[in-house]
């Protein structure tokens, strides 16, 4: 998955390169308002009737990938007292990063501790819940794309994809999500977050 870490360097380089004036002002004016469109009212449910049994007790709903073959929408479930509740589990970490970043119900209690990287070389730093921020960039038309990068004793680093076929664009995190997070289902997880790259970008680096 180290793969990944090179294609983002470069899909960042390629944007950069290929923005033109009209669409850096665009972009500048979306990013300084990307935080005051998460929101704590929107609820989106498991997708129960989607998920398929994996083994005896787990259970996926697989929704494909998102142009490489492990970078994937996909969720999982363990059935518990006749209901699914999701798979936060450090024995299934990888499983359970999935989970966390693409099923905003899963994320009750845990936080992102976020710096924004902005085209226009500014940051800002957001601390907001995890159900919040991927509720709101749901229901705004995004789907939640996870590739695992790194596993270690300590941590699992996951690069989170949130794409909008719709709009043309994607939101790219890098996160860490520390063991005790996992452990505990609380705490912070710490990352980057680049806003509303538009996806030709991207097409343009695979074909590369």
């Known amino acids: 998955m180290r793969q990944i870490v090179s294609i983002l360097c470069l899909f960042f380089a390629l944007f950069a ?6 669409q850096t002002v665009d972009k500048i004016a979306l990013e300084n308002h990307f935080i005051d469109t998460i ?5 989106i449910p498991l997708p129960i009737g989607d998920y398929l049994r994996q083994t005896k007790n787990l259970y996926v709903a697989d929704y494909g990938c998102y142009m490489l073959e492990n970078v994937r929408f996909a969720t999982y479930a363990v059935l518990s007292g006749g209901q699914f509740r999701p798979l936060v589990d450090w024995n299934r970490a ?4 999935l989970t966390l970043l693409t099923t ?3 994320g009750e209690g845990i936080v992102l501790n976020l710096e924004h990287l902005k ?3 500014e ?3 957001y601390e907001v819940p995890l159900p919040s921020f991927l ?3 749901i229901a705004d038309g995004c789907a939640p794309y996870v590739g695992i990068e790194e596993l270690t004793e300590d941590a699992v680093v996951a690069s989170l994809f949130l794409v909008n076929e719709e709009k043309q664009y994607n939101h790219v995190l890098k996160l860490t999500i520390p063991r005790q997070v996992i452990v505990n289902h609380a705490g912070h997880i710490t990352g980057t977050l680049h806003t509303y790259v538009p996806m030709g970008n991207v097409a343009e680096l ?3």
């Open 123 to 125: 940051k800002a730093n």
């Open 135 to 137: 509720s709101s960039c």
């Open 104 to 106: 905003p119900l899963a």
């Open 206 to 208: 695979y074909a590369k």
């Open 17 to 22: 390169l290929s923005t033109s004036n009209g």
């Open 94 to 97: 990888k499983e359970t990063a």
């Open 39 to 43: 929101s704590d009212d929107i609820t």
């Open 119 to 121: 085209y226009s070389f």
